[in-house]
């Protein structure tokens, strides 16, 4: 399967001009980084709508894709102010990842700054959603 690119999903922020929203090569959607941002890149509110945000944006990216949340194998994600954030963060992170069997792999890293001021930032590997 060639490498294809994901631009105008339904219902998720547009990406900037540097990047696509994900791109699909052999069976794989490889998801860029959300931050918890409106249509028009501007941050919204406070770590919990952040992270809503950025979530939901990434499952929009998904199912745009082809895949959605279920089929997520790999979280990577980056808070800028891990000691104040973790807990908040978890706490959303688990209204979209609630099934212990089902949840993903993932890792979350402390970082100096996030684009746009953000206070957190998520990707993602998924495979793609199959009709069996």
Not at 28 to 34: K, L
Not at 43 to 48: P, R, S, Y
Not at 121 to 127: P, R
Request: hydrophobic share 40%; glycine share 6%.
């Amino acid at each position: 399967m060639p490498k294809v690119t994901v631009n105008n999903a339904p219902g998720a922020v547009p990406p900037l001009p540097f990047f696509s929203q994900a791109v699909i090569s052999n069976n794989t959607v490889y998801v860029s980084g959300s931050v918890g941002c409106d249509n028009d890149h501007n941050i919204v509110g406070g770590i919990h709508q952040q992270t809503r945000a950025a979530l939901d944006n990434m499952k929009a990216v998904l199912e745009g894709a082809g895949s959605d949340l279920d089929h997520v194998l790999k979280v990577n994600v980056y808070l800028s102010n891990i000691a104040r954030d973790f807990e908040a963060f978890n706490e959303i992170y688990l209204e979209y990842f609630d099934n212990p069997e089902r949840r993903p792999a993932r890792t979350l890293i402390g970082v100096a700054a996030l684009p746009l001021g953000a206070f957190v930032e998520a990707e993602c590997i998924a495979e793609l959603a199959r009709n069996d």
